[in-house]
């Protein structure tokens, strides 16, 4: 029998996605092969404590019935584990829990700031320990919206316009509007899942937006509506990478694929392949891939997309560096379609991962 992997599987984290990252780090924990991977699981609460092995199933386990609700974990909830007061935490001390055997490789499972940003990514690095999807600069560039449509934008891929603010910079709603019309996307620049995203038809919409937008972050993106369909491609590899089924996102209970149409049961329907024309196909599997270079990625990633129906041209919009990982997420549903089941589809990203690891290696 081969030797297991000590798979460290992260989640949890700072951001406003917490909840998020505890439902597809279940998603995964469930479908890896116990055959293949010691699992072990390690909680980053909302306060930035470690809690691994042991304390970090425990974590997961108290919060079964807050995981996928977005802000359900309060601060104090998160803490419930954590003996460290704050004032005592530092550098040597910010873990708790036993880690038995040494760790051969991270899957971390983090959305957004602190997880999806390339940081964990830097310290990872710093320690030397390998780990599954994109390395920093990929990650930092795809978590910024407006870096990764300058990018996206310079590689060939179609982007709608957009206005970056500044929480310290004073800006004109009527300025804005002028310069990109009514109705408008109000986004945090460095978020995903949706939080913290407004469709803006009224000036007094965009005012409410804005400032909505910037309790996730000091920088907002102000986009051009674009009124179509809403696609994704998921693509998957390394040096040569390749685009899965194009799949179409259709919101049942709001007016765009918000929080609410991708975590609550009979928010949304994937129509996976979607209906689009084989030219539109290979078009978009084009775009999506040519993103995906650009921005440096490796192993998975997941590039959305607005068709409009006003110019029949597709619109890159966002990248998910970490996508959701849930059984029913979009990147397990387009893999499935390639003949991956869940599990299969996670043992594809570690061996890729794995692989990279030991070519990295210098030779004794």
């Not at 004032?87 to 038995?100: F, T």
């Not at 978590?143 to 500044?166: E, F, Q, R, Y």
Request: charged share 30%; with cysteine; glycine share 8%.
């Amino acid at each position: 029998m081969p030797k297991k992997i000590n798979l460290a599987v992260i989640f949890g984290g700072r951001s406003g996605e917490h909840e998020v990252s505890l439902s597809s780090a279940r998603g995964v924990m469930k479908n890896l092969d116990k055959e293949k991977y010691n699992v072990i699981p390690i909680a980053i609460t909302k306060g930035g404590n470690w809690l691994i092995g042991d304390r970090g199933e425990e974590y997961m386990k108290m919060n079964e019935d807050k995981i996928g609700k977005e802000g359900a974990i309060s601060l104090e909830d998160s803490q419930k584990l954590v003996t460290i007061k704050d004032s005592e935490k530092s550098i040597s001390n910010y873990a708790e829990g036993e880690l038995k055997e040494k760790i051969d490789l991270v899957f971390p499972i983090l959305h957004g700031p602190y997880g999806e940003d390339g940081r964990l990514q830097g310290m990872l690095d710093m320690l030397g320990v390998p780990y599954v999807f994109s390395g920093v600069l990929a990650h930092a560039t795809g978590m910024n919206k407006p870096k990764a449509k300058i990018i996206a934008h310079n590689a060939g891929v179609p982007v709608a316009k957009d206005k970056v603010i500044t929480k310290d910079q004073d800006f004109d709603i009527d300025e804005i509007v002028k310069e990109l019309s009514l109705p408008l996307m109000v986004k945090p620049a460095e978020l995903g899942s949706s939080v913290g995203v407004a469709l803006a038809k009224t000036k007094e919409d965009l005012e409410k937006g804005i400032k909505e937008a910037f309790a996730y972050g000091d920088e907002v993106i102000v986009e051009q509506y674009v009124k179509g369909r809403e696609l994704t491609v998921t693509v998957m590899g390394d040096e040569s990478p390749k685009a899965l089924a194009v799949t179409e996102i259709i919101p049942l209970i709001s007016e765009f694929y918000d929080y609410k149409a991708k975590y609550e049961d009979g928010g949304s329907k994937h129509v996976c392949p979607a209906e689009i024309s084989k030219e539109d196909e290979e078009k978009l599997k084009d775009y999506a891939v040519s993103g995906f270079k650009a921005i440096g990625c490796k192993d998975l990633s997941r590039l959305d997309f607005m068709w409009s129906e006003k110019d029949n041209e597709f619109y890159f919009t966002d990248i998910n560096t970490i996508p959701g990982m849930t059984p029913t997420s979009l990147a397990p549903e387009a893999a499935q379609l390639a003949g991956m089941n869940f599990t299969q589809f996670l043992d594809k990203l570690i061996e890729g991962a794995m692989k990279r690891a030991t070519s990295s290696q210098p030779s004794p």
